[in-house]
Antibody, heavy 113, light 107 residues
Framework: EVQLLQSGGGLVQPGGSLRLSCAAS????????MSWVRQAPGKGLEWVSG????????DYPDSVKGRFTISRDNTKNMLYLLMNSLRVEDTAVYYC??????WGQGTLVTVTS | DIQMTQSPSTLSASVGDRVTITCRAS??????LAWYQQKPGKAPKLLIY???NLESGVPSRFSGSGSGTEFTLTISSLQPDDFATYYC?????????FGGGTKVEIK
C-alpha cells in the first residue's frame, strides 16, 4: 500500500524558514516524480514544486521561485521542501503527492507575526 | 506558464442530474489533463487522468473528454457523495497548474 506521511510545518514568523518532509513507502520511490501542492485557507489548489525521480529538473511557480527548494533522498525514500523567506501569503495546508494519485495527509504552515 | 480556466465556479444541482464542468488551457496540452475531487479538510482525490482515463476505484458515472485546449468532466447522475469541489490540472509541462475549481452544491 502506498503511503505518504508528512511531517514538519507549524507556526513561523514572516522571513523565517521551515522544512517539510514526506516519508514514502509502498512503491519504488526513485521511479516517480513527486510534487508539493498547497491550499491557502478557503482557496484553490496551487502546485508549488515538482522533482523527477532522479532528483533532476526541479521546478517552481514564480510565487515561490528563489525561496522554496524541493529535494529528495532516494536512499531514505524521503521528499523535502525547504521554505525560506516565508511570507504571510505562504500560509496554507501543504500536501506531498505522487502522480496526483496518492497524497500525504497535509500539514498546516502558518506564517504570522 | 499554462493557464487553466474552469467554468462554472459554482454549480447548483440535484441528485440524479447530469453535470458538466469545463476546463480550458491557454495553450495545447494534448491529453495531459487530470481531474480531482476535493471535500473539505481532505486531500484531493484523483478521478480522471490523461483527459479520459478513469482512475481505479472511481465510479463509472464520472467521465472525462477533450484534448488540446478544451476538456470536460461529466457526472452522468449526480449522487449525494458527489457534492464537492472539482479541479482540473494540466500535466503537460512544468510548472503544473490547476484550474480555479468548481464547487458543486445541492440545489
Amino acid at each position: 500500500e502506498v503511503q505518504l506521511l508528512q511531517s514538519g510545518g507549524g507556526l513561523v514568523q514572516p522571513g523565517g524558514s521551515l522544512r517539510l518532509s514526506c516519508a514514502a513507502s509502498g512503491f519504488t520511490f526513485s521511479s516517480y516524480a513527486m510534487s508539493w501542492v498547497r491550499q491557502a485557507p478557503g482557496k484553490g489548489l496551487e502546485w508549488v514544486s515538482g522533482i523527477f525521480g532522479s532528483g533532476g529538473s526541479p521546478d517552481y511557480p514564480d510565487s515561490v521561485k528563489g525561496r522554496f527548494t524541493i529535494s529528495r533522498d532516494n536512499t531514505k525514500n524521503m521528499l523535502y521542501l525547504l521554505m525560506n523567506s516565508l511570507r504571510v501569503e505562504d500560509t496554507a495546508v501543504y500536501y506531498c503527492s505522487k502522480d496526483g494519485a496518492q497524497w500525504g495527509q497535509g500539514t498546516l504552515v502558518t506564517v504570522t507575526s | 506558464d499554462i493557464q487553466m480556466t474552469q467554468s462554472p465556479s459554482t454549480l447548483s444541482a440535484s441528485v440524479g442530474d447530469r453535470v458538466t464542468i469545463t476546463c480550458r488551457a491557454s495553450q495545447s496540452i494534448s491529453s495531459w489533463l487530470a481531474w480531482y475531487q476535493q471535500k473539505p479538510g481532505k486531500a484531493p482525490k484523483l478521478l480522471i487522468y490523461k483527459a479520459s482515463n478513469l482512475e481505479s476505484g472511481v465510479p463509472s458515472r464520472f467521465s472525462g473528454s477533450g484534448s488540446g485546449t478544451e476538456f470536460t468532466l461529466t457526472i452522468s447522475s449526480l449522487q449525494p457523495d458527489d457534492f464537492a469541489t472539482y479541479y482540473c490540472q494540466q500535466c503537460n509541462s512544468y510548472p503544473l497548474t490547476f484550474g480555479g475549481g468548481t464547487k458543486v452544491e445541492i440545489k
